[in-house]
């Protein structure tokens, strides 16, 4: 072959391969923050609406066999119909929902250091401790829902505490507490019965470790019942006896009647856990586990290239056949100069 056209071709090829390789270099995304629902089994992905929320499903108050979602901005909180249509603001000056009744009608917030108790329409919103000089958070209902439980810190006197007010004289009453050195001492209080109190402390105390504890305050007696460090919310589902909690970046769920301690695998410390109704599943993030075998899948797992996960834990309807959830949805650059 001629030397001058052996090179020929051989460039030749060498621009085609570039060139092919220009065609299917992958191209440039972008992602922004979206609300979608989809089939337990993580099939018929929906999306909603962008935004970065929290969703929910709550009952409609004024038909009570139909469900809405709640999204909660963290100072707003709105609810829509199940297709996205219909969305108006209930509370505009409160979010960051921390806890349901087992109903779903009324909800407790933890808002700049104070509580909030609201019915899920948003009717009924009242400040329960209206405290400035004390930091309040993690409220859970009692088991007759006629109290709420939660953690406090006392700026003025630097102690720090667990303690209940009753719903109907607003009377507070402290179960129990310890000096405060300046770090988190008490995460999640749950009420398991009418005397039985657990939850996460995350600083050694004079007597006790980092850990889950369980108080009876009846009798004042504490003990600890797994120890580590726990920076989650503390997940009860009444239905299984099943306390969900992530301990040292592992996801966990706890018996306290049969003491039965199961480790789920590795996970973000911050996760929060969350149960369906009737505590047959169990997510964190995106992720979905059955608490019999622990078998797990991710809802995303058929929309890899166009979903990620934003850290935000799924919830579920419910007859548990839904999720709603926050994603990050991924589009190519090229569509970002259009309204979406």
């Known amino acids: 072959m001629n030397k001058k056209i ?16 220009e065609l299917t270099k992958p191209e440039e995304t972008f992602s922004e923050d979206w609300i979608a629902v989809a089939n337990i089994d993580g099939s018929k992905l929906k999306y909603l609406c962008k935004g970065d929320y929290r969703p929910y499903f709550v009952p409609d108050l004024k038909n009570s066999e139909q469900e809405l979602l709640m999204l909660d901005s963290g100072n707003r909180i709105d609810l ?9 603001t209930i509370i505009d000056s409160v979010g960051s929902i921390y806890r349901f009744s087992d109903d779903r009608t009324k909800m407790l917030l933890a808002n700049n250091g104070d509580i909030y108790i609201a019915d899920t329409d948003g009717g009924g919103l009242q400040n329960l401790t209206g405290t400035p000089d004390q930091y309040e958070g993690d409220p859970a209902f009692s088991i007759f829902e006629d109290a709420v439980i939660f953690k406090s ?12 007010i009753d719903l109907i004289s ?28 657990i939850f996460g402390q995350n600083c050694n105390d004079t007597f006790n470790m980092c850990g889950l504890y369980s108080f009876n305050i009846n009798t004042g007696e504490k003990k600890i019942l797994d120890s580590g460090g726990i920076f989650s919310r503390i997940s009860y589902n009444r239905n299984k006896n099943l306390l969900a909690y992530v301990m040292t970046n592992v996801l966990k769920h706890y ?5 039965e301690e199961v480790e789920y695998g590795l996970c973000y410390r911050r996760f929060i856990p969350n149960f369906n109704r009737n505590g047959t ?44 959830m926050q994603l990050s949805r991924i589009f190519p650059i090229s569509v970002k100069d259009y309204k979406l």
């Open 255 to 259: 018996n306290p009647i049969t003491y």
């Open 170 to 197: 607003l009377q507070r009453k402290v179960l129990f507490s310890v000096p405060y050195s300046g770090w988190e001492y008490y995460v999640s209080p749950i009420f398991i019965d009418e005397s039985t109190v």
């Open 153 to 164: 810190i006392d700026i003025a006197d630097t102690t720090a505490c667990i303690a209940v």
């Open 6 to 21: 052996f090179i020929f071709l051989s460039l030749s090829a060498i621009v085609l391969f570039i060139t092919s390789c």
């Open 80 to 88: 829509m119909n199940l297709d996205g249509s219909d969305r108006r």
């Open 281 to 324: 599943l169990l997510a964190v993030n995106l992720n979905v586990y059955d608490t019999e075998t622990i078998e797990m899948y991710n809802l995303l797992k058929n929309y890899c290239d166009e979903a990620n996960s934003t850290g935000r834990t799924i919830d579920f309807n419910i007859s548990s056949e839904k999720a709603v």
